[in-house]
């Protein structure tokens, strides 16, 4: 079964607005992390944000903030004030553990294009 | 030099030629990581070391060889590759917690990726 589900293959959003990429995942684990990542057309991933399963207020860094959502398992990443930079593909991912053994696991991206 | 490193950032390689991938991290972390990327296919794990012993091997073709001879560096060697090979592959570090400790954020660092053309 797919653990990270990202349900969004490409999404379009206006420059300066403020845009919602969704993840919603799968666990029955109670201590896991989840995390955004930003690929660039250059193939860096660059980590943006994270959320520990115990952390009790939403993650936020600058820009990008965590909509978390324990009950149903939803960890949907928000970026305001959307710039033309941010165009890139979007992954969310979770890791169950911090053993090399639980290993970071990817949804299948979210395109993003800011428009001009 | 920070972060983790990968070289070369692009590579063109016959199929039957011989070449590496070099990634090298300099965080301090204790788990390297190799990642496979295709177009319009998910990140694929390919092996995962950890305090320089493999720990994970997906199945990977045997055209595919990892190297780790320190907690720093990690080698992909290739030969015999075919052109169904070509990707984009992602070196990562992480620094995992042994049990009763653990880092808040136990997430991945990156390099920039080696984008290989099998021809």
């Known amino acids: 079964a797919q653990k990270i589900t990202q349900t969004q293959p490409g999404m379009f959003v206006q420059e300066k607005e403020a845009v919602t990429l969704d993840c919603t995942y799968d666990t029955s684990d109670q201590s896991y992390g989840l995390f955004w990542y930003k690929q660039p057309s250059s193939g860096e991933m660059i980590f943006l944000i994270y959320q520990g399963s115990y952390d009790e207020q939403n993650a936020t860094e600058g820009r990008y903030s965590l909509n978390f959502q324990k009950a149903r398992k939803s960890a949907n990443l928000v970026i305001s004030a959307s710039q033309l930079g941010d165009s890139a593909m979007y992954f969310c991912?979770?890791?169950?553990?911090?053993?090399?053994?639980?290993?970071?696991?990817f949804g299948g991206g979210t395109r993003l294009m800011v428009k001009p | 030099e920070t972060g983790v490193t990968q070289t070369p950032r692009h590579l063109v390689m016959g199929m039957t030629n011989k070449k590496s991938l070099k990634c090298e991290q300099h965080l301090g972390h204790n788990a390297m990581y190799w990642y496979k990327q295709s177009a319009k296919k998910p990140l694929e794990l390919m092996f995962v070391y950890s305090l320089e012993e493999r720990v994970e091997n997906n199945s990977v073709p045997s055209r595919f060889s990892p190297e780790c001879p320190n907690s720093s560096h990690l080698f992909l060697h290739l030969h015999t590759l075919q052109p169904e090979d070509s990707a984009l592959y992602l070196c990562a570090s992480s620094q995992d917690s042994h049990p009763g400790r653990g880092p808040r954020n136990y997430g991945y660092t990156f390099g920039s990726g080696t984008r290989l053309t099998v021809v």
């Open positions: 991912a979770m890791r169950e553990g911090v053993n090399a053994g639980n290993m970071l696991t």
